[in-house]
């Protein structure tokens, strides 16, 4: 049938010369065809029987948008299996780009590549990528948009942050599970801090971190985010926990809430940040949020505005309490502001006051 049917092999070059069913050659300008595939090189042999090409110089492969070019290639055509030497790639599915010692096509979705780099951020003014990977073995699969990186070390602006004997990473942009690097800090209060992040993909709009860590004095916790981004409503909800403190005695924690959205013509906003003791601004200060760590706040405003063909009329109601951290010390105490709850209010535009 048609669809079935292989796409014709055309090559053209400044000299060509060929041997029915056998092998063609071609020097000066070479280029190949062969479907979504176009190879161009200075030389190029191509063997009818074992349906391979080998290219010489200033080679230059285009794959489905993918492209790739160096100095020598070898390519089974059909089935796109291969080895390219010290090439340089783009790929056009994922915007990323690297260079490899050797390059292996495996098929036209996967490929492998040995003492590589890879980043899929843009380079600007002739300027390295800001994030880049390299390995001793990479290994991509184009269709599952994924990177497995073996011997792999991770470098914001050319300086190392993560190295991993093995490392999965996303080949785009593209939000992927796994692993994040991790976090360290170091304070008098609670020692030597160590965390590392796990990213959880749940959905194109909906996401979450979790993020166990250690203490050094204070014992294991973990720190957690989930993010939405639903039709009418948007959020994020932290929750970080430290079920034992063995210096202070109890479980700590910390709740924040920031949520937006609309129910028919009503609106909401909600930022809440609660904790579960007066000390904690001190000790975990790092997990505060307020910009006044001493005094939290607990926020809701519901509103919703119509309009007339006389004026506008806007309702709304707003609930609001605070957490003060006051502590023991009396001449540390302070005064907390007036509470909310709730304040009430309607206020009408007219036409004429607009005007």
């Known amino acids: 049938t048609k669809s079935s049917a292989k796409p014709a092999l055309v090559m053209s070059g400044a000299k060509v010369s060929a041997q029915i069913d056998q092998q ?15 190879v161009n090189a200075d030389k190029l042999n191509y063997r009818v029987v074992e349906d391979l090409a080998r290219a010489d110089g200033h080679v230059r492969i285009n ?6 070019t160096g100095p020598l290639l070898q390519l089974y055509v059909s089935r796109f299996e291969g080895e390219f030497l010290t090439p340089s790639f783009f790929l056009a599915a994922t915007g990323g780009a690297g260079r490899a010692d050797v390059i292996k096509f495996i098929d036209s979705e996967h490929l492998s590549a040995t003492k590589a780099t890879y980043s899929s951020c843009p380079v600007v003014d002739d300027k390295g990528p800001d994030w880049q990977i390299s390995a ?7 269709a599952a948009n994924e990177g497995q990186a073996e011997g792999a070390v991770l470098r914001f602006l050319g300086v190392p942050i993560l190295a991993a004997p093995s490392l999965s990473f996303p080949l785009s942009s593209a939000r992927k599970s796994g692993w994040l690097p991790p976090n360290i800090f170091l304070d008098n209060r609670s020692g030597l801090e160590f965390g ?15 993020a166990p860590f250690i203490m050094s004095k204070r014992g294991v916790g973990l720190d957690s985010e989930f ?12 929750v970080d926990l ?11 924690w910390d709740l924040k809430l920031n949520n937006d959205g609309a129910f028919g013509d009503w609106r909401y906003r909600l930022r809440s940040e609660r904790v579960s003791d007066d000390d904690y601004w001190k000790d975990m200060s790092r997990r505060v949020e307020s910009q006044t760590p001493r005094l939290l706040s607990s926020d809701l405003n519901v509103s919703r505005r119509k309009e007339l063909s006389w004026g506008v009329i806007d309702t709304y109601a707003r609930l609001q309490h605070w957490q003060p951290l006051q502590g023991t010390d009396a001449l540390a105490q302070f005064d907390s502001p007036y509470q909310r709850s709730p304040q009430i209010g309607v206020r009408v535009t007219t036409a004429a006051d607009e005007a």
């Open 24 to 38: 063609a050659e071609a020097e000066g300008g070479v280029e190949l065809r062969y479907g979504e595939l176009t």
């Open 227 to 238: 993010r939405y981004l639903e039709p009418g409503h948007a959020g994020r909800i932290n």
């Open 63 to 68: 794959h489905q948008g993918n492209v790739f």
């Open 136 to 142: 001793r073995q990479l290994r991509m699969d184009l």
């Open 242 to 252: 430290l079920p034992s403190d063995r210096v202070f005695g109890h479980s700590r």
């Open 196 to 210: 590392v992040p796990y990213y959880w993909n749940i959905a194109p709009q909906r996401d979450a971190t979790f």
